[in-house]
């Protein structure tokens, strides 16, 4: 997820039995599927400035039967790259 507004990115994964668009739908539900930095600025900012702001965008497609493990080792290769844990809304 981009925030075009700061720059900020977001990298998140879907690994749960309904792939992408079940987490994509969780995101655009919630705006923020629990994570601790998006919560806070939905809390200051509101929905609005998600449906405003905020572009999602497909990094890698593994398909449902790929191994959970790979995925988040993809991810976490995503987030490095992409510095998102000190300049984005990632937190771990």
């Not at 998006?38 to 999602?56: C, D, H, R, V």
Request: proline share 1%.
């Amino acid at each position: 997820m981009a925030d075009t507004h700061t720059g900020k990115l977001y990298i998140g994964s879907a690994t749960g039995g309904e792939g992408v668009a079940q987490r994509w739908d969780n995101y655009l539900d919630s705006k923020h599927c629990g994570n601790k930095k998006l919560i806070a600025l939905y809390n200051q900012e509101g929905s609005e400035y998600f449906k405003k702001y905020f572009t999602y965008t497909l990094f890698e497609y593994f398909g449902l039967s790929h191994a959970p493990m790979k995925i988040i080792e993809r991810e976490q290769y995503w987030k490095k790259c992409l510095d998102t844990i000190r300049n984005g809304y990632n937190d771990n």
